[in-house]
């Protein structure tokens, strides 16, 4: 059974409008995190929280926000869709820092904005 | 600031064939290194870390020993299999709670 289930899989959307993609993880983990995948940047670290604080983004656009409303929820809701944001957005956990510790990631969200 | 290289783009072997990837870092002190794999339709998964100089790693018969001397970490496995395609990825934390920073990833074709 998948221990970091995101929902969607797949999603289509139109410029302009609103997202939320879906992290849940089932590993009892403290730490997670938002990365994102397309053509232009093979893998590309996003956020991070501990403890549903924020700890790091690396997001420069104010358009993407994460929330955590649990321990082990970390959604990504994205404003203002553009093209440019098609991609698979991936969620990962760890149960220490992410420099010492094993990255967990789910499967990913597809993303397709036209 | 800290980085990875890793060879670019895909390599194409046929099966029993031996794989190299190089992976070389710049940052200072002794960073964490770590090879992921990402096999189609998923996430990322670690195969291995090392932290110390000399020290290996290995995991499904592949294995890099991290070299402070030349700065690299490469990637290797003796005799691949079709299973083994995938895209496999070099990183390195320089600190236990700073991110990872990643290279650019190298896609493994594997022909039957």
């Known amino acids: 059974d998948p221990k970091i289930i995101q929902k969607p899989k797949y999603l289509v959307a139109v410029t302009g409008s609103e997202k939320i993609l879906i992290c849940e993880q089932y590993l009892g983990h403290n730490a997670m995190y938002w990365y994102r995948q397309s053509a232009k940047k093979p893998l590309e670290f996003m956020f991070s929280y501990s403890y549903q604080k924020l700890m790091d983004n690396q997001t420069a656009s104010s358009r993407f926000q994460p929330q955590s409303s649990k321990k082990n929820h970390l959604d990504l809701q994205i404003t203002a869709l553009k093209p440019d944001d098609s991609a698979t957005y991936f969620c990962a956990s760890s149960q220490e820092g992410q420099g010492t510790g094993q990255l967990y990631f789910g499967e990913g969200s597809k993303l397709t904005v036209l | 600031g800290d980085s990875v290289t890793q060879t670019e783009g895909q390599v194409a072997l046929s099966e029993e064939d031996f794989l190299t990837i190089h992976c070389n870092y710049s940052?200072?002190?002794?960073?964490?290194l770590f090879w992921y794999v990402q096999y189609p339709g998923e996430g990322p998964q670690l195969l291995f870390r090392?932290?110390?100089d000399k020290e290996k790693g290995s995991s499904r018969g592949f294995e890099a020993t991290y070299d402070k001397g030349t700065t690299s970490f490469h990637l290797r496995k003796a005799s691949v299999q079709e299973s083994d395609s995938a895209v496999y990825y070099c990183a390195l934390s320089p600190d236990s709670n700073y991110q990872l920073i990643w290279g650019s990833g190298t896609k493994l074709i594997i022909k039957p």
């Open positions: 090392a932290s110390r």
């Open positions: 940052a200072s002190g002794y960073p964490t």
